[in-house]
């Protein structure tokens, strides 16, 4: 029984992880572009502003990509490196935990810099779909396809 739908079960991998990037990237695109140039001038990051841009561009595009399921072992490889980044510059100090309350106040919990353990399971997503291929219903699956029934 499992046989006749393994093929699909890249798919919500691919869609959760592809709509995530496709958010973030945007969002380095419009209102949060200042602040990420911000974050990014504060870690020491060579030409923040250019690489805001770089960066939101990989997540956007590869967000897409990884929701139509095209190119899925092409665009993990950049959207890894782009995790251990964030992992290695900005989430390990914080520990593993996503959830970092660092006290609490008079609306309740206080939370500080996220934790790598999302950003890790984004990577670990990633490397799945590379390893496994982005499954049905998708580009990669369909070029396949025309590729193995040649086209006449």
Request: proline fraction near 7%; charge should be negative; glycine fraction near 18%.
């Amino acid at each position: 029984m499992f046989d006749k739908w393994s093929s699909y079960a890249p798919l919500p991998l691919r869609l959760i992880l592809g709509f995530g990037f496709l958010f973030h990237g945007v969002f380095k695109f419009g209102s949060g572009h200042d602040g990420f140039v911000g974050m990014l001038t504060g870690i020491g990051v060579p030409a923040p502003g250019l690489m805001a841009y770089v960066v939101g561009l990989v997540e956007t595009l590869g967000g897409l990509a990884l929701i139509v399921g095209a190119f899925v072992a092409l665009v993990s490889l950049p959207l890894i490196i782009n995790m251990l980044v964030a992992i290695f510059t900005v989430h390990l100090p914080a520990g593993f935990n996503f959830m970092n309350m660092t006290g609490m106040g008079p609306d309740g919990p206080q939370f500080g810099m996220p934790g790598y353990e999302v950003p890790l399971l984004y990577a670990a997503g990633l490397a799945t779909l590379a390893l496994m291929g982005a499954g049905a219903l998708s580009v990669d699956e369909m070029r396949k396809g025309k590729s193995a029934g040649g086209d006449t």
